[in-house]
């Protein structure tokens, strides 16, 4: 009876967990915290299934245990030389097929600092460090285990936040620029744009089409700017030219929500009486969560579709994100890592020069 409680106990804790993050996601979707709150209900859902399992005693359920207790021993030993090994195969690759810029070598760069990681854990001398060792670490595995979090909350809401639909009664579509090959769009420029279009075809059988908004301004190696290369292959692919807009002088991501919102605020004021329209954003699915970022930073209540992005191109693109949104959460991090680092100095003090 009282293991039975405690099993009902575990259920409705995971319930819990899973109805705070629902609600959560529900409100706004745009939220890192949503990725820890969904990861923390699969850990419930785990532990809970694990005791589910084992407070009945049937040897399938047994042998069920034993199978994900040794595929999770079996990640836990080998599942970082796999992430090394395929990260270095992507670096390969990335450097067949793209430009050899830094922002291409960041799987390159991740793979050498684990490996990295790893031989300073495993070689660091004794003869040098003496019995502050152990102290350096520990440190270092504190802050290693504080990223390998931050960036399995970060994969969690980009995954989830890609999933979400969307109703056919929008307003306005915002493309989101990308740099533009002589005066043709890029195919993953063409990707966003084919994903916008897709959109407005499904509405525009059923309703008013939403207006599209292509926003990217010029680049010092590009012949015209990036709205009127997307507009002028929207145009070729079946939109009508009376629902394109162009905006373009924006340069960065933020820069695309901020004057594609001032266009749809003057258009909406004079148009209608409704304070609110509907909007979406069309952008790569590694990019979807920062822009939606930055949608929300200028006070745009939209939500984005995605488009898929080349395999090979997606895992350096997804580091460039977490890098650009960690940067965007710098003083959480600059605190946790200053108040860990300081810690450690207090901590060597103590340990060499008083008796604890």
């Known amino acids: 009876m009282e293991q039975l409680e405690m099993v009902l106990g575990f259920v409705f804790v995971t319930l819990m967990s899973f109805a705070i993050f629902y609600i959560s996601f529900k409100k706004e979707p745009r939220r890192l915290l949503n990725g820890f709150l969904f990861n923390v209900f699969l850990f419930l859902l785990f532990g809970t299934t694990m005791m589910i399992c084992l407070s009945f005693s049937k040897p399938i359920l047994t042998l069920f245990v034993v199978v994900i207790i040794l595929l999770l021993l079996s990640i836990s030993f080998f599942g970082i030389y796999i992430v090394i090994f395929y990260l270095l195969k992507n670096a390969r690759m990335m450097k067949k097929k793209e430009s050899r810029t830094l922002q291409n070598k960041l799987t390159f760069i991740l793979a050498l600092l684990l490996i990295g990681y790893f031989l300073f854990s495993m070689i660091l001398p004794q003869e040098i460090f003496g019995k502050n060792i152990f102290m350096i670490k520990s440190l270092a595995s504190f802050l290693y285990l504080y990223y390998l979090l931050s960036v399995f909350n970060f994969l969690t809401i ?9 109703p056919l009664n929008q307003d306005f579509i915002i493309v989101l620029g990308s740099r533009v090959i002589g005066d043709k769009v890029s195919p993953l420029l063409a ?5 916008a279009i897709e959109f407005y075809t499904e509405q525009k059988e059923i309703q008013s089409p939403p207006k599209i ?14 709205a009127l290369a997307m507009q002028r292959y929207a145009i070729a ?5 009376e629902d394109t807009i162009i905006e373009d002088k924006s340069t960065t991501t933020y820069e695309n929500m901020l004057f594609s919102k001032r266009i749809m605020d003057e258009l909406w004021e004079n148009e209608t009486e409704n304070i609110e329209y509907n909007c979406l954003f069309s952008t790569n699915d590694y990019h979807l969560l920062r822009a939606g970022f930055y949608a929300k930073e200028v006070g745009i209540s939209a939500q984005g579709i995605s488009a898929k992005t080349a395999r090979y191109y997606y895992i350096n693109a997804m580091i460039r994100e977490y890098i650009a949104i960690a940067y965007m959460n710098k003083k959480r991090h600059a605190v946790v890592v200053g108040a860990s680092v300081v810690l450690g100095i207090v901590l060597f003090i103590l340990q060499n020069y008083f008796t604890i």
Request: hydrophobic share 25%; charged share 35%; proline share 0%.
């Open 237 to 241: 692919n079946g939109v009508a030219e």
């Open 213 to 226: 908004i292509f926003s990217g301004g010029q680049g010092k190696d590009e012949q015209l700017s990036e």
């Open 158 to 166: 980009s995954f989830l936040y890609k999933l979400r639909k969307y």
């Open 191 to 195: 990707g966003r744009i084919d994903r």
